[in-house]
């Protein structure tokens, strides 16, 4: 399972639809859900979080002091974590980012960019990312 948890509610129709668009498509490969948080404060934000952590998931914190992989090394660091874990876990921060105790807890930092996206497009851009991986570890052809 590929969980993504993201604080912020998604206010624009055609970011819903972007993102519906490429959870159907990932759903074909993998079953995947997206976390929903309320934003507030990186405090509230973080409590929040933290409550859908679960000590079996591989924990991958985006922000932007990640580590920048290519779409291919990024479906390689898929494959390779679900041999090991049954499931892998994207935080998304609020405005604020990440709450440092979290990324602490998270095995992995990924950032896409030095530069700040908002986050209904970021949440696009990662997903868009992890479709590209399965066509990537699936052999299959992917527009480039």
Known sequence: MIKIICVGKIKENYLKEGIM????????????????????????????IIKHLDNKDYLIAMCIEGN???????????DKTFITNPSITFIIGG?????????????????????????????IILLEQIYRSFKILNNESYHK
């Not at 498509?25 to 995947?32: C, E, P, Q």
């Not at 309320?38 to 405090?43: A, C, K, Q, V």
Request: charge should be neutral; include cysteine; proline fraction near 3%.
């Open 21 to 48: 668009d490429y959870l159907k498509r990932i759903n074909k490969y993998h079953k995947t859900t997206i976390i929903e948080l309320p934003d507030s404060n990186i405090i509230n934000e973080g409590d929040e």
């Open 68 to 78: 920048n992989l290519s779409s291919v090394e990024l479906s390689d660091k898929i």
């Open 95 to 123: 405005s604020d980012g990440i709450r440092e105790d979290i990324k602490n807890k998270c095995h992995y930092k990924l950032s896409f960019s030095k530069m700040t996206f908002p986050h209904g497009l970021f949440r």
